[in-house]
């Protein structure tokens, strides 16, 4: 059984940062991706941040430049270090793991992890 945990959710004014972490856990295999979506009341869940099995990192525009995603191989955490929030940057924010065993490709989602930004 594979677990992720997130944290480091919160409340934060315009301009603020937060760190978001997503912790694996359990039978994990190989690992082909890990990212970061967030998803608002009403809306469909958007992929914010991505990060390949080689390291190769990619955003949504609407992040670029603001966000960065980085992982601890050795404990299988990833990242999501988000700077210069907006207000419209609040969402629920979901990290995703997908692992390849045993000839199968598997996916996991964390719980998610409230972001509110004020102004």
């Known amino acids: 059984q594979v677990q992720l945990v997130e944290s480091g959710g919160g409340s934060v004014q315009l301009g603020g940062s937060l760190r978001l972490s997503c912790a694996a856990s359990?039978?994990?295999?190989?690992?082909?991706?890990m990212d970061w979506y967030r998803q608002v009341p009403g809306k469909q869940r958007e992929l914010v941040a991505t990060l390949t099995s080689s390291g190769v990192a990619n955003y949504a525009d609407s992040v670029k430049g603001r966000f960065t995603i980085s992982r601890d191989n050795a404990e299988i955490t990833v990242y999501l270090q988000m700077n210069s929030l907006k207000p419209e940057d609040t969402a629920v924010y979901y990290c995703?793991?997908?692992?390849?065993?045993?000839?199968?490709?598997?996916?996991?989602w964390g719980q998610g992890t409230q972001v509110s930004v004020s102004s």
């Open positions: 995703h793991l997908r692992t390849f065993k045993a000839l199968r490709l598997y996916d996991y």
């Open positions: 359990g039978s994990i295999g190989s690992i082909v991706i």
